[in-house]
């Protein structure tokens, strides 16, 4: 007697929640499971939804044989408010390095956050000798991420351009503007370079320099022509050498006879009306010259016809007698004795 064959058995199926699933990720570009070292779009990369735990599904809303992309329930946020961004994200990472541990998945960390002091799996930031989650890694002052951006170190902590040069960089003293670049120390004050100019011009200081007075800087010509003392003679100002006389200053070669223009021999001079003069036009100036000789009268004069005379000029104009008896006649501005006037005009 023949048996029949047995019929094959169908295999069972298995239908329900715990049924194992394909494998799925998600479609952001760019997006791998490296030990949590690369992100897409700005953002941590998650885990893909294959099964956890033997395939079973977690209550409370999760993929079946997978978990949540917020983590899992036990990290959610507490009641009473939404969750802070960090607190948020630092569960999360959290949460994907507890499961993927237990997946084999090894997670090497980085280093430690110099902020958060948590370690770090995914972009890093190295700056000033540590490492830093790229988000904690912000400026001091404004509190923005500074990211790829340069920045500026002080006192152990860092601060963007901005903040930096604002809150530390010297002041120009013209403008009030933080110097960035080349800085003009003069005056006990910094300046910029463009700033740092004449007070009376505006001109910029040569090789020659500048000079201060009253706290402002000048060029040497405005300096001189402002401040310098000025010479009696030609009134310019006084550079170098000068002569101090009749409570004045003059150049040397403007220190002369202010009739002749003569220099003065061994520094002698005469004083009228508060210029200098030689002694000729001195006594011309003062009217005692003799008129008889045209030199200074420094002894006894005689004064007639308006004019001064030393007594040995004073003589006739015809015999040349001296008049010194002071009596005379007087013809066409000549002074004659008794006789000769009355033998020429008698």
């Known amino acids: 007697m023949h048996r029949a064959p047995p019929l ?20 952001s570009p760019r997006c791998r499971i490296q030990g949590l070292e690369q992100r897409a779009g700005g953002e941590p990369c998650w885990a893909p939804d294959w099964p956890l ?3 079973q599904s977690s209550p409370g809303g999760q993929d079946e044989g997978g978990f949540m992309a917020q983590g899992k329930t036990g990290s959610s946020s507490p009641p009473g408010g939404p969750p802070k961004p960090g607190s948020q994200l630092d569960s999360m990472l959290g949460s994907l390095q507890s499961d993927l541990n237990k997946l084999g998945v090894a ?8 902020a958060c002091k948590k370690p770090i799996a995914g972009q890093v930031v190295t700056a000033m000798g540590k490492t830093w989650h790229p988000e904690h890694f912000v400026c001091t002052h404004c509190q ?7 920045f500026f170190e002080r006192d152990g902590q860092p601060y963007c351009e901005k903040d930096y040069h604002s809150l530390f960089s010297p002041r120009c003293y013209y ?3 933080p110097i960035l670049d080349k ?21 910029f200081f ?16 405005d300096y001189f022509d402002m401040f310098a003392p000025k010479c009696g003679g030609c009134a310019r100002a006084i550079l170098e050498n000068y002569i101090s006389a009749l409570n004045t200053l003059w150049h040397p070669e403007c220190f002369v006879c202010r009739e002749c223009f003569t220099p003065f021999i061994n520094g002698s001079f005469f004083e009228h009306d508060g210029q200098p003069y030689c002694e000729v036009h001195y006594h011309e100036r003062r009217g005692s010259l003799c008129s008889g000789c045209q030199k200074p009268i420094t002894g006894r004069c005689i004064t007639a016809m308006a004019k001064k005379f030393h007594p040995e000029h004073f003589v006739c104009a015809f015999c040349l007698k001296q008049l010194n008896k002071g009596t005379f006649k007087e013809q066409n501005d000549k002074p004659y004795c008794q006789n000769c006037f009355l033998k020429l005009f008698c």
């Open 183 to 203: 800085v003009v120390t003069a005056l006990d004050r910094t300046w910029h370079p463009e700033h740092f100019f004449c007070a009376q011009c505006g001109a």
């Open 144 to 150: 923005e991420e500074i990211g790829s951006r340069n």
């Open 53 to 55: 735990n033997g395939g």
């Open 206 to 221: 040569g090789p020659e320099g500048f000079h201060e007075k009253d706290g402002k800087a000048y060029c040497r010509k």
């Open 8 to 27: 094959p058995l169908p295999r069972p199926t298995l239908r329900g929640p715990w049924a194992a699933r394909p494998m799925r990720t998600r479609s």
């Open 107 to 114: 997670t090497v960390a980085k280093g430690v956050c110099g």
């Open 175 to 177: 403008c009030n503007g």
